[in-house]
C-alpha cells in the first residue's frame, strides 16, 4: 500500500508502539486494521470513533471475515451470562462484566450516520447474511453477491447418493498414484460427514493409505487426514504444515 500512497497500520493488542498509536488517533492513516478485540474492548479505541476526528473522516468501516461474527457474538454471551451466574454466586459487585459486555452492534451507533459498514465473506449462507446483518446493525443492507467461479477453480454441483459414488475414483486414484496424486480438498458441512469421508477413505485404501504401504498409521505417513475446527489448535498446525510442505498427505 505504501507504494500506492496509501498510509495504513494494524493495531493489535501486541502491537506496542505508542507513537503509532497516536497518530491513529489523530487521523494520520487512511487505512486502519484492528482486531475484534481491541475495537470491541478498549475503550480508548470506542471513544476515538465518537471523535471528532474520526466523526469527520470517516468513510467506511470494514468488517473482514464476517462470517466469523456470529462465532464472537455467541462467545461473548456465553461468557456474559456464564459470568452473571458465577457473580451471582460469589455475590461479586463492580464492573466484573464490563469487558464481556455484548458490544459488537453497539460499534455501529458510535459511528456517524454517513458511514457506510461493509462486511465481506466468502463463506456465508443466506441465514449467516441475515444474522451478520442484525449482529452488526445493518438496515436496508445491499447484498453483492458472486458466483466463486475462477479461472483456477472449479466448481460445481452434483446430486449424489452416497460416499462411495462420489468419491471412488478419487480413491482409486490415491491408490494408484500414491504420493504422485495431486493434492486436494474436501470441505464438510458438519463433523459427521468430514468423518465418514476420511473413515472411507481409510478403509477403502487399507494398507495402501500409509506411504510406504509397511508404515504405522500416523499422520506424518498418511495419504489422507481430516481437518475439523472442534480440534485442538497442535493437531490442526500438524495438518496444515503437513498439508502445505513436501510431505505425503495428499487430501
Not at 95 to 101: G, K, P, V
Request: hydrophobic share 40%.
Amino acid at each position: 500500500m505504501s507504494r500506492m500512497g496509501i498510509k495504513a497500520c494494524y493495531v493489535s493488542g501486541e502491537q506496542d508502539d505508542e507513537r503509532m498509536r497516536k497518530d491513529v488517533l489523530k487521523g494520520a492513516y487512511q487505512i486502519v486494521y484492528f482486531t475484534p478485540e481491541m475495537i470491541l474492548a478498549s475503550r480508548r479505541w470506542r471513544e476515538m470513533l465518537i471523535g471528532e476526528v474520526y466523526s469527520h473522516q470517516l468513510r467506511a468501516f470494514i468488517v473482514d471475515e464476517a462470517h466469523t461474527v456470529k462465532k464472537w457474538y455467541v462467545t461473548i454471551l456465553f461468557h456474559f451470562v456464564k459470568n452473571i451466574i458465577d457473580c451471582y454466586l460469589k455475590k461479586i459487585r463492580g464492573d466484573t462484566f464490563r469487558r464481556l459486555l455484548l458490544r459488537i452492534g453497539e460499534v455501529r451507533s458510535l459511528l456517524p450516520s454517513h458511514v457506510n459498514i461493509t462486511a465481506l465473506t466468502a463463506t456465508a449462507t443466506k441465514t449467516l447474511r441475515r444474522d451478520i446483518a442484525r449482529i452488526i446493525g445493518m438496515r436496508n443492507e445491499l447484498i453483492v453477491s458472486r458466483p466463486p467461479m475462477k479461472s483456477n477453480v472449479m466448481y460445481s454441483v452434483v446430486q449424489t447418493s452416497s460416499v462411495e459414488e462420489t468419491f471412488s475414483l478419487i480413491s482409486k486414484r490415491l491408490h494408484q498414484e500414491r504420493q504422485a496424486c495431486p493434492r486436494m480438498i474436501v470441505y464438510c458441512t458438519n463433523y459427521r460427514d468430514c468423518a465418514n469421508i476420511y473413515l472411507y477413505f481409510k478403509n477403502c485404501l487399507g494398507n495402501s493409505f500409509t506411504e510406504p504401504s509397511d508404515a504405522p498409521d500416523l499422520p506424518r505417513f498418511s495419504l489422507v487426514n481430516m481437518y475439523m475446527s472442534c480440534m485442538e489448535e497442535i493437531v490442526k498446525e500438524s495438518i496444515v504444515n503437513l498439508f502445505t510442505s513436501n510431505s505425503i498427505l495428499r487430501a
